[in-house]
Nanobody
Framework: QVQLVESGGALVQAGGSLRLSCAAS????????MGWFRQAPGKEREFVCA????????NYVDSVKGRFTISRDNAKNTVYLQMGSLKPEDTAVYYC????????????????WGQGTQVTVSS
């Protein structure tokens, strides 16, 4: 089992950058693939990106390709989401989640979740 805590959310202007962090507790962190999801008001939670347990492979939703980068540091039990060229439509609560398959985009396939961090992009 793993516990997850996100941080780094903020208000940022369009075109700006932000880095989110997700700190994990538990000795099994490096066993899991890690994903980032987001949920905007009135919308369903959607997949953003994911990374394998080793960090060797990643998967991104088309809308963030080339702008967002997911990475992880297993020695620090932390996964990161570097976001650039931010747009107002990126505004959402961002969640990290632990699972097993980086191509799994359904939230139901990730058993462990953080509490979320708010990202607001102003135009």
């Amino acid at each position: 089992q793993v516990q997850l805590v996100e941080s780094g959310g903020a208000l940022v202007q369009a075109g700006g950058s932000l880095r989110l962090s997700c700190a994990a507790s538990g000795r099994t962190f490096s066993s899991y693939a890690m994903g980032w999801f987001r949920q905007a008001p009135g919308k369903e939670r959607e997949f953003v990106c994911a990374i394998t347990w080793s960090g060797s492979s990643t998967n991104y939703v088309d809308s963030v390709k080339g702008r967002f980068t997911i990475s992880r540091d297993n020695a620090k039990n932390t996964v990161y989401l570097q976001m650039g060229s931010l747009k107002p439509e990126d505004t959402a609560v961002y969640y990290c989640a632990a699972g097993w398959y980086i191509h799994a985009q359904s939230p139901s396939l990730y058993p462990y979740w953080g509490q979320g961090t708010q990202v607001t992009v102003s135009s």
